[in-house]
């Protein structure tokens, strides 16, 4: 499968092209995320991660993560929505970022990763799952967001993963069909808020499971190091 990598500017809509493995309904969740993490920058500043408060993409929780790097080319989740927990089949908490990835996807997320931290930049990624028994087909797509850490450090990352199609039988891996570095111009310390609900040691924020009939559910889980 043909991978394309492209650095593209702020118009973070133009990367979208007519064979995008992204239906317009899965682009949603992503697209409400960014707006959120476009309404914390302040002078082209990347937001802090205490700034960060889950009510704000209610919307899009179950399919929000974060990751904090750990080397270069390398992640570990931190949080994970239940939809993303589900699509593996475990607890992701602590599991490196690759997990989501089938083998050469986990050789491409590397150069991919040190763009998000060191560029910084705005990730997007579109991915097809394996398919199998019990495992139609099903695209998704990635989008990771740099935040700053307690010490001002661009080493975590706010992540959405908008899925198109039943997850089927997990775990479900995914190969990159085509990804785009967008750079940002400016990087600024960001604002700090008084939310603080993903800022450790905070208990996790939990959306009120709805009633079964309605074929939902939202949480958040955090890790507890």
Not at 27 to 36: K, T
Not at 149 to 154: A, N
Not at 171 to 189: D, G, I, K, N
């Amino acid at each position: 499968m043909d991978e394309k990598i492209v650095m593209i500017g702020k118009d973070f809509g133009r990367w979208m092209t007519t064979d995008s493995a992204v239906a317009d309904a899965g682009a949603q969740p992503w697209r409400e995320v960014r707006a959120y993490w476009e309404g914390l920058r302040k002078d082209g500043g990347i937001p802090a991660r205490d700034a960060i408060d889950p009510r704000g993409i209610a919307g899009a929780l179950e399919q929000v993560f974060m990751i904090e790097r750990i080397a270069p080319g390398l992640a570990r989740f931190r949080l994970v929505g239940s939809k993303i927990t589900e699509l593996v089949g475990c607890d992701m908490r602590g599991m490196p970022f690759t997990a989501l990835f089938d083998p050469d996807g986990r050789r491409k997320s590397g150069p991919l990763l040190e763009g998000v931290f060191a560029g910084p930049a705005i990730l997007h990624v579109d991915l097809e799952a394996e398919r199998g028994i019990g495992k139609p087909a099903l695209r998704a797509h990635l989008m990771l967001l740099p935040l700053l850490s307690h010490g001002d450090k661009t080493d975590l990352a706010l992540g959405c993963l908008a899925l198109d199609g039943p997850i089927g039988r997990a775990p479900r891996r995914f190969a990159v069909a085509r990804s785009q570095l967008e750079s940002l111009s400016a990087v600024s310390a960001g604002t700090r808020s008084a939310e603080t609900a993903f800022a450790e040691p905070a208990p996790a924020f939990v959306v009120p499971r709805p009633p079964r009939s309605e074929g939902r559910h939202l949480r958040l889980v955090q890790s507890s190091d």
